[in-house]
């Protein structure tokens, strides 16, 4: 009898411990929602460069780091999703971005629901930090 109730209590603990374990749909960032309008930025710097990283930035803090762009001067205040891209960008190579600089990163900015293109840069260097994420 006690055989049987040591098993029943390890085979509890063994199911609280797995549903502690379990598979995540996020990755614990504040970026995770952004992973969903990937695909988007890379369309829009047309599969060109490597993705250096996603960064959740609301409109006023990207227009502080990228302060002569006009397109984000016009956009209402609402959390972005900022996909940096490294390669050799040419002028025309990211057709959203209105510099129509070279550079060497292409950042594209994307509403976090439904997304879509807000905004896209060349730049010769990143606005923020992409690589860690926190």
Same mark, same amino acid.
């Given at each position: *009898?006690?055989? $049987?109730?040591?098993?029943? *209590?390890? *085979?509890?603990?063994?199911?609280?411990?797995?549903? #502690?374990? $379990? &598979?995540? +749909?996020?990755?614990?960032?504040?970026?995770?929602? #952004?992973?969903? !309008?990937?695909? $988007? !930025?890379?369309?829009?710097?047309?599969?060109?460069?490597?993705?250096?990283?996603? %960064?959740?930035?609301?409109?006023?803090?990207?227009? %502080?780091?990228? =302060?002569?762009? &006009?397109?984000?001067?016009?956009? =209402?205040? %609402?959390?972005? #999703?900022?996909?940096?891209?490294? $390669?050799?960008?040419?002028?025309?190579?990211? &057709?959203?971005?209105? +510099?129509?600089?070279?550079?060497?990163?292409?950042?594209?900015a994307l509403t976090s629901q439904h997304p879509t293109v807000v905004a896209a840069f060349?730049?010769?260097?990143? &606005?923020?930090?992409? %690589?860690?994420?926190?």
């Open positions: *009898m006690k055989t $049987g109730r040591v098993a029943a *209590m390890a *085979m509890a603990g063994l199911l609280v411990a797995s549903a #502690c374990a $379990g &598979p995540r +749909n996020t990755l614990g960032t504040a970026a995770s929602v #952004c992973f969903r !309008a990937l695909p $988007g !930025a890379k369309d829009a710097v047309h599969r060109k460069g490597t993705l250096v990283g996603v %960064r959740r930035v609301d409109t006023d803090s990207l227009q %502080r780091r990228i =302060p002569h762009d &006009p397109t984000l001067a016009t956009l =209402p205040d %609402r959390p972005l #999703c900022v996909f940096a891209f490294k $390669g050799a960008f040419q002028p025309g190579d990211v &057709p959203l971005a209105k +510099n129509r600089s070279q550079g060497r990163y292409a950042i594209v060349v730049l010769s260097r990143l &606005p923020t930090r992409f %690589r860690h994420l926190r």
